[in-house]
């Protein structure tokens, strides 16, 4: 990519405005678009693919007033990203919170190693560009809870934790998948989940007044995954490569409509075919 290029993409995202998404009636909207919102100075590199990859001068994510570690990645300590990505944690968290105040912190699982490379239960977070974000969950009186691991939810949105049940957080989680689709610095390809937490978002999308454009894009991005792993406890959250990390950093389809126009993949976009929702 020459610089010149590069300036303009950096130009493009930068001059955004803020992202107003679905209708959601009682929610502030924080203005999220500030390059001083948690954007990072240029210094990671992510390196090859997802399943095969490196990492070169990984941001760190800490944990914050939004977003915690869970406690069950804590020992292995895999909070390592490229900038996109720790970024995109920390304003998506920020930005759920803002909007519903009240709630608990968004849970956060692995990431990458420090370097890169294989990780111990993942077949991909090879290269900084992988999330395991915990859902948003209620108690059985309704309270917003901050469950210490992943709890598997069923069709009901129910699940069970210490013998108690907890209940999938439907606003909540619409808030953050809509936050992590419009953030205007990192570009999400896939938000893998299982095919019933699929359908709750978009239904809850649909009756908090989302556009059909937008509930295509929703239905696009948030897909279940094609492995043994159904995705009933968290969403598996990856990036695409960043502009100024290719070529060395590889990606495959599909390249989504709304890319900017001066990021390379624009010119790999083709006509998508119609999807169900």
């Known amino acids: 990519m020459t610089t010149l290029a590069l300036l303009a993409f950096t130009s493009q995202v930068a001059a955004q405005e803020c992202p107003i998404g679905s209708a959601v009636s009682g ?15 240029l210094s990671s590199a992510s390196i090859g693919r997802v399943t095969r990859g ?15 570690k869970m406690e069950s990645d804590i020992e292995a300590n895999n909070f390592y990203g490229t900038k996109e990505l720790v970024g995109l944690v920390e304003r998506a968290s920020r930005r759920v919170a ?13 990431l990458s190693r ?19 974000l915990g859902f948003y969950m209620k108690d059985f009186a309704g309270v917003p809870t901050e469950l210490p691991e992943f709890t598997d939810v069923n069709r009901a949105g129910i699940g069970e934790f210490e013998e108690s049940p907890v209940y999938f957080d439907d606003v909540r ?11 205007p610095y990192a570009i999400v390809q896939h938000v893998f989940v299982a095919r019933s937490i699929r359908r709750r978002l978009i239904d ?5 007044g989302a556009s059909e454009a937008f509930l ?15 995705h009933q406890n968290h969403f598996h959250v990856r990036i695409y490569c960043s502009a100024e990390d290719l070529p060395r950093c590889r990606d495959r389809g599909p390249y989504w409509p709304w890319i900017p126009e001066a990021h390379p993949y ?3 976009i083709v006509p998508l075919p119609p999807i169900r929702l």
């Open 27 to 41: 929610f502030a909207e924080p203005c999220m678009c500030s390059p001083s919102a948690s954007l990072k100075p």
């Open 54 to 68: 490196r990492l070169l001068r990984a941001d760190y994510l800490e944990s914050s007033a939004f977003h915690r």
């Open 98 to 110: 803002l909007r519903y105040p009240g709630g608990p912190r968004l849970g956060v699982g692995e």
């Open 114 to 132: 420090l370097r890169g490379g294989d990780i111990i239960g993942h077949s991909s977070h090879e290269n900084g560009r992988d999330v395991d």
């Open 173 to 183: 989680n619409w808030l953050l998948i809509e936050a992590l689709i419009e953030d």
């Open 204 to 208: 809850t999308g649909r009756r908090l």
């Open 216 to 230: 295509e894009k929703v239905g696009r991005v948030v897909m279940s995954p094609h492995a043994d792993h159904p």
């Open 266 to 268: 624009f010119a790999r």
